[in-house]
């Protein structure tokens, strides 16, 4: 019977500050009414009932004025009314407000429009509005293209006016109404970018690629559907979550797996640069420190002077904190990603020595979250070898403990105090953001792994000691992107700072230096391309001519500024 009044109570106001006030009212009448029938009775000596002196509390307190005779002749008792009618009417000027306040404030928000009100070709639409289409739309930015984001639900579409700066056009409209599609001028788009579920972009695909030669970019949680959407017209479908997966399982595996200034975007258009056929050609490579590595408490000179591998440390990502040229007395810990300069071979060799105090002296990994970013890490681990448990309260066949990874016991039950590695990867931030917490309290030694769902978590986890966060949705937005600006910018990593590793190609202009790109720009460039070689930190007196490319850091205008002067021409 409690619970139900509970129920109830939650129900009709379930704002917690008005449940207060509305107590707190309660307990006012209930006080005033006793202390008005004891003065009445036995202070003004005149007839009065426990009824009565409710019915003139609550007259009081809410001024309708429907009065009863009413004897006032004791300072008490008015001193007592004065304090009834000040007191009872605050309280209720409290709870006014705070009953009607969201009704209000909904009736008097603005309408988001239906149409837009110019005639607008080769732009992008972006259909619902999630963390991922919030970050592709601040990445688009990038360039001049036009962005329509279309919603079918009023709240999201009136929260997506927040960002007008950014994105400004927004159309709310029923994804199922071809005139929704009309009004975002869907013939003339040049890429559809679909941001829901899997079921609602099937449905959406399948009402509009008749209707448009635009690119159709699906964005979908679970792989296993992409059949399915590219089957109803999807050309490209991504899935931020399984490349989260497996990004975060080779930041948990040792050894080179990530090139940078070779990978090149696969859409793009422009003609490949020769490449040299030697073996023993030089890449950069994404190095992950972790314990037990031999370099772990060395500082960035004692490594390249103990180096005998062959290869050159260019910079390196600590923490949320990436630094471009690494001072001889910076200290290299397991928080450290190392981008260095060499032939694979040497890379490969490398790992193998470090790997002898690495792997062979016993490596371990705790996963807490087996869903879609979780079960990919696992199954990428387990690939290479590496024995790994995971935790899941929701997933009934998780490979692990069936409990939340939200309790210190449970951690201690998986071997986090002996874990190598932990992965935290839950589809709850503060779950994550708690978890690490815990993890690192119960394992100094540990190396943290974690997922952000929305990029306010990113911050959070780093402090809260995690070595690395991976950002979901703005890896998701770099994927939808790469593609939209494919021969003008391809997007590399997102630094925790807001600034992005880009490569970009000397489309229609040459002859100026590296000091003349940097200056009118705002990027750093980290190294050049040519048809011949490979520069790193080039001098600024260095001239880059038609058909190189160019590796920078920058933020979202520095890469604007940059586009523009690559190509020639504002896109």
């Given at each position: 019977?409690?619970?139900?009044?509970?129920?109830?109570?939650?129900?009709?106001?379930?704002?917690?500050?008005?449940?207060?006030?509305?107590?707190?009212?309660?307990?006012?009448?209930?006080?005033?009414?006793?202390?008005?029938?004891?003065?009445v009775r036995y202070v003004e000596q005149a007839p009065f009932t426990l009824l009565d002196a409710v019915y003139f509390v609550v007259m009081t307190i809410t001024t309708v004025g429907y009065g009863i005779p009413f004897p006032v002749e004791s300072e008490l008792t008015i001193m007592l009314m004065i304090l009834i009618m000040f007191?009872?009417v605050l309280t209720v000027l409290l709870i006014l407000p705070a009953l009607f306040a969201p009704y209000l404030e909904k009736l008097f928000q603005r309408t988001p429009p239906k149409t837009i009100n110019r005639k607008i070709r080769d732009h992008v639409v972006i259909i619902g509005f999630s963390g991922t289409a919030r970050s592709?739309?601040?990445?688009?930015?990038?360039?001049?293209?036009?962005?329509?984001?279309?919603?079918?639900?009023?709240?999201?579409?009136?929260?997506?006016?927040?960002?007008?700066?950014?994105?400004?056009?927004?159309?709310?409209?029923?994804?199922?109404?071809?005139?929704?599609?009309?009004?975002?001028?869907?013939?003339?788009?040049?890429?559809?970018?679909?941001?829901?579920?899997?079921?609602?972009?099937?449905?959406?695909?399948?009402?509009?690629?008749?209707?448009?030669?635009?690119?159709?970019?699906?964005?979908?949680?679970?792989?296993?559907?992409?059949?399915?959407?590219?089957?109803?017209?999807?050309?490209?479908?991504?899935?931020?979550?399984?490349?989260?997966?497996?990004?975060?399982?080779?930041?948990?595996?040792?050894?080179?797996?990530?090139?940078?200034?070779?990978?090149?975007?696969?859409?793009?258009?422009?003609?490949?640069?020769?490449?040299?056929?030697?073996?023993?050609?030089?890449?950069?490579?994404?190095?992950?420190?972790?314990?037990?590595?031999?370099?772990?408490?060395?500082?960035?000179?004692?490594?390249?002077?103990?180096?005998?591998?062959?290869?050159?440390?260019?910079?390196?990502?600590?923490?949320?904190?990436?630094?471009?040229?690494?001072?001889?007395?910076?200290?290299?810990?397991?928080?450290?990603?190392?981008?260095?300069?060499?032939?694979?071979?040497?890379?490969?060799?490398?790992?193998?020595?470090?790997?002898?105090?690495?792997?062979?002296?016993?490596?371990?990994?705790?996963?807490?979250?087996?869903?879609?970013?979780?079960?990919?890490?696992?199954?990428?681990?387990?690939?290479?070898?590496?024995?790994?448990?995971?935790?899941?309260?929701?997933?009934?066949?998780?490979?692990?403990?069936?409990?939340?990874?939200?309790?210190?016991?449970?951690?201690?039950?998986?071997?986090?105090?002996?874990?190598?590695?932990?992965?935290?990867?839950?589809?709850?931030?503060?779950?994550?953001?708690?978890?690490?917490?815990?993890?690192?309290?119960?394992?100094?030694?540990?190396?943290?792994?974690?997922?952000?769902?929305?990029?306010?978590?990113?911050?959070?986890?780093?402090?809260?000691?995690?070595?690395?966060?991976?950002?979901?949705?703005?890896?998701?937005?770099?994927?939808?992107?790469?593609?939209?600006?494919?021969?003008?910018?391809?997007?590399?990593?997102?630094?925790?700072?807001?600034?992005?590793?880009?490569?970009?190609?000397?489309?229609?202009?040459?002859?100026?230096?590296?000091?003349?790109?940097?200056?009118?720009?705002?990027?750093?460039?980290?190294?050049?391309?040519?048809?011949?070689?490979?520069?790193?930190?080039?001098?600024?007196?260095?001239?880059?001519?038609?058909?190189?490319?160019?590796?920078?850091?920058?933020?979202?205008?520095?890469?604007?500024?940059?586009?523009?002067?690559?190509?020639?021409?504002?896109?």
């Open positions: 019977m409690i619970r139900r009044l509970h129920r109830l109570i939650i129900g009709a106001a379930p704002d917690r500050r008005l449940r207060l006030y509305i107590l707190l009212l309660f307990v006012q009448i209930v006080l005033y009414s006793l202390a008005v029938y004891v003065i007191t009872g592709l739309i601040d990445l688009l930015r990038f360039s001049s293209v036009d962005i329509v984001l279309v919603e079918d639900n009023i709240d999201e579409a009136r929260e997506a006016l927040s960002m007008r700066k950014t994105a400004p056009f927004i159309i709310w409209g029923d994804y199922n109404d071809d005139q929704t599609w009309t009004n975002a001028h869907i013939e003339t788009a040049c890429a559809v970018i679909l941001c829901e579920d899997e079921h609602t972009s099937a449905k959406v695909i399948l009402g509009i690629r008749d209707r448009t030669k635009a690119k159709i970019i699906s964005i979908a949680d679970h792989p296993n559907y992409e059949r399915f959407l590219r089957f109803a017209g999807a050309e490209y479908v991504l899935s931020p979550k399984h490349v989260t997966g497996k990004n975060i399982a080779r930041h948990a595996i040792p050894g080179p797996y990530f090139e940078t200034l070779y990978d090149e975007n696969p859409y793009c258009s422009l003609h490949s640069q020769a490449e040299c056929a030697s073996a023993d050609r030089k890449k950069i490579f994404m190095l992950p420190i972790l314990e037990g590595y031999t370099c772990v408490g060395m500082t960035i000179g004692d490594l390249n002077r103990n180096n005998r591998f062959n290869f050159e440390i260019l910079s390196y990502w600590k923490g949320s904190e990436f630094v471009i040229r690494p001072r001889e007395d910076d200290v290299i810990d397991k928080s450290t990603m190392l981008f260095v300069l060499g032939a694979e071979k040497s890379i490969l060799n490398f790992r193998s020595n470090e790997l002898k105090r690495g792997i062979e002296g016993g490596y371990f990994a705790v996963i807490a979250g087996y869903g879609s970013i979780g079960g990919i890490a696992l199954e990428e681990l387990k690939n290479e070898g590496i024995e790994a448990i995971a935790i899941d309260p929701y997933v009934e066949d998780v490979p692990g403990i069936h409990e939340n990874a939200e309790s210190e016991d449970v951690l201690i039950r998986a071997g986090i105090r002996e874990a190598s590695v932990c992965i935290i990867c839950t589809d709850d931030d503060d779950v994550n953001i708690f978890t690490t917490l815990m993890a690192r309290s119960l394992n100094p030694r540990v190396r943290i792994l974690a997922a952000a769902h929305v990029p306010e978590s990113v911050d959070k986890l780093y402090k809260a000691g995690a070595d690395y966060v991976a950002d979901t949705p703005t890896l998701g937005g770099i994927m939808a992107a790469n593609i939209v600006l494919a021969d003008h910018i391809h997007l590399l990593i997102a630094l925790p700072d807001g600034r992005k590793i880009s490569a970009g190609y000397i489309q229609e202009r040459g002859g100026f230096s590296i000091e003349t790109l940097q200056k009118e720009t705002g990027v750093q460039v980290l190294a050049v391309r040519t048809r011949q070689s490979s520069l790193v930190h080039p001098d600024p007196d260095y001239v880059v001519e038609e058909g190189d490319e160019v590796i920078v850091v920058g933020t979202k205008l520095a890469l604007r500024k940059l586009i523009k002067i690559t190509s020639g021409e504002s896109i």
